[in-house]
T-cell receptor, first 114, second 114 residues
Framework: KAGVTQTPRYLIKTRGQQVTLSCSPI?????VSWYQQTPGQGLQFLFE???????NKGNFPGRFSGRQFSNSRSEMNVSTLELGDSALYLC?????????????FGPGTRLLVL | AQSVTQLGSHVSVSEGALVLLRCNYS??????LFWYVQYPNQGLQLLLK??????LVKGINGFEAEFKKSETSFHLTKPSAHMSDAAEYFC????????????FGSGTRLQVQP
């Protein structure tokens, strides 16, 4: 099976813009989670979706949003970008209802905000 | 709330020496604990996980970890380091009773000297 894929892999934006990142889970996986990784804050949970429903959300401002489609693919959106949003955004998929127990991570999208 | 603390942001060992990476957790519910490895410019790869079965958990690449409830620890060990083990290692705990999100430690960068 193909692994978790994330597009694009690299992205450069300027402050104030918005960005959409995409994640395709492993075939058959219905749970998708997103994490932000920065040198200062480390790895932080953003949100988790299962069957198109957001079940869990981390402590991030409302500028961060996401959704999941019927084919389990997921997107996350960041509006009004700030310099501090520069990070590696990781997506993970899981074959189980309890997503965190068995997560497979994608390679990430590296976002640079100038 | 659950949390993990990784002692030592950088660990350096000689090739062939014992690897010991420390992780202590705090959890108000029985935790599930994980060790992930991240190579440069890549996502996270699961090394091993504790899910309340055997307290000594064996993972990939010769790594193992022991869950010690009395010490609230889940240290990662490998008897003999290899150059290819150089990477960043993250300890994580499920952050909610639904096991839908992970809380990560700050990471330990392992350097292996020839």
């Amino acid at each position: 099976k193909a692994g978790v894929t994330q597009t694009p892999r690299y992205l450069i934006k300027t402050r104030g813009q918005q960005v959409t990142l995409s994640c395709s889970p492993i075939s058959g996986h219905r749970s998708v989670s997103w994490y932000q990784q920065t040198p200062g804050q480390g790895l932080q949970f953003l949100f988790e979706y299962f069957s198109e429903t957001q079940r869990n959300k981390g402590n991030f401002p409302g500028r961060f949003s996401g959704r999941q489609f019927s084919n389990s693919r997921s997107e996350m959106n960041v509006s009004t970008l700030e310099l501090g949003d520069s990070a590696l955004y990781l997506c993970a998929s899981s074959p189980t209802d309890r997503g965190a127990e068995t997560q497979y991570f994608g390679p990430g999208t590296r976002l640079l905000v100038l | 709330a659950q949390s993990v603390t990784q002692l030592g942001s950088h660990v350096s060992v000689s090739e062939g020496a014992l690897v010991l990476l420390r992780c202590n957790y705090s959890s108000s519910v029985p935790p599930y604990l994980f060790w992930y490895v991240q190579y440069p410019n890549q996502g996270l790869q699961l090394l091993l996980k504790y899910t309340s079965a055997a307290t000594l958990v064996k993972g990939i690449n010769g790594f193992e970890a022991e869950f010690k409830k009395s010490e609230t620890s889940f240290h990662l060990t490998k008897p003999s380091a290899h150059m290819s083990d150089a990477a960043e290692y993250f300890c994580a705990v499920t952050a909610d009773t639904g096991r839908r999100a992970l809380t990560f430690g700050s990471g330990t960068r392992l350097q292996v000297q020839p």
